[in-house]
């Protein structure tokens, strides 16, 4: 050991080297080869240990559903599109100079509100005219009929021939066939009198004006004045798959007519709610679907002519059904099943019948007995764990792992 220096722990002194050699380097061996003696030392390393025994692999992740048993209402939903059930082109019906526009683009109208004046000076003066040619033709009837009764009286005493006395009737019957015809006229001048004022045919909401006052308008114009259309109440009109005709039969027959939900296709806030109305009489070759129509109050004005929304048909309900998510339902070549975790943590591969079905639920077909009523194909009962995310890594009797357990 070197003079002046103390001895540190773990550490020891080599006098063959003149080194410090640490206490963890250990004597791995003597070699004696021509009287010469070897000392070799080898580094102590965690690494020389024993290996541990691997941990048993751990089961498939999977996440799973309860079935439960649950009164499902039975529902279409599609895309429909709002529908004015009454929607007018307001025209004249005569043609004329517009002097006078009577409405604020946009706003709501009564029926039988003024929406426009034609000029109608010359209507006015052909009605004059008509008014004047009818009471000439009173003057001339009245005196006609007294000349009658005069020569009437004469005939009977000899005093004229007979022939002038029939002469003056007949006179004063084409006198009264004439009122007929002016009073015919008279009638015509007044209407066409009235069709200078332009008015709503119903009560609803007005759009943007075809035309300004000043125009000359005629009724062949293709745009008219504006267009009038009923807001309260309102129709929406959507189509049902021909699979689904059974459904819409039974809603039909619904008294009062089925609920129909109608909500924002965006932000699925519901806009409205209505009856079904009636359906078309026939389904489409083309698209295999047929045309509905309800109708909604839309008092609040929520829904716009012409809107795309998301319709609701409530068709019936299944009391008391055995529901999964439809997430849950896989096919194959033998039909749909669904993946059970049995008790033991094991993936099981149950075939299932679907009775009814929507992008969120499965009603799956069940089978009553004296020992398990109700319950579905293959065993599938209330409470069950079965697999909604992670079926594409299973295979039946596969150990699985359950993340998280929710119900339908």
Partial sequence: MAPGMAMKPGVSWNQGTGMWASSRWWLGGLLVAGGVLAVVTVPWSPRLQAAPTPAAAPGVPVRVVLAERQNVPQELQVVGHVQSLHQVVVRPQIEGMLTEVRFTEGQRVAKGQVLARLDDRSLRAQLAQAEAELGRLHAQLQLGQSDLKRYEGLAAQAAVPIQQRDQQAAVVAQLQSQILAQEAALTAARVQLSYTVITSPVDGRVGLRAVDAGNFVRPSDADGLVTVVQTQPMAIVFSAPQTRLSDVRAALKTRGGALVRVTDQERGIELAQGRLLTADNHVDAGSGSLRLKAQVPNTTEALWPGQFVAVTLATGQLPQALVVPSAA????????????????????????????????????????????????????????????????????????????????
């Fill in 329 to 408: 339902v896989q096919r194959g070549l033998r039909g749909s099943f669904v993946w059970r975790v049995s008790k033991e943590g094991k993936a099981e591969m149950v075939p299932v019948t679907v009775r009814w079905q929507d992008d969120e639920r499965a009603v799956l077909a069940l089978e009553s007995s004296k020992d398990s009523p109700a319950q579905g194909r293959g065993d599938v009962g209330p409470g069950d764990q079965i697999v909604v995310d992670g079926q594409s890594r299973l295979k039946p009797a596969t150990a699985v792992r359950v993340l998280g357990a929710r119900k339908v």
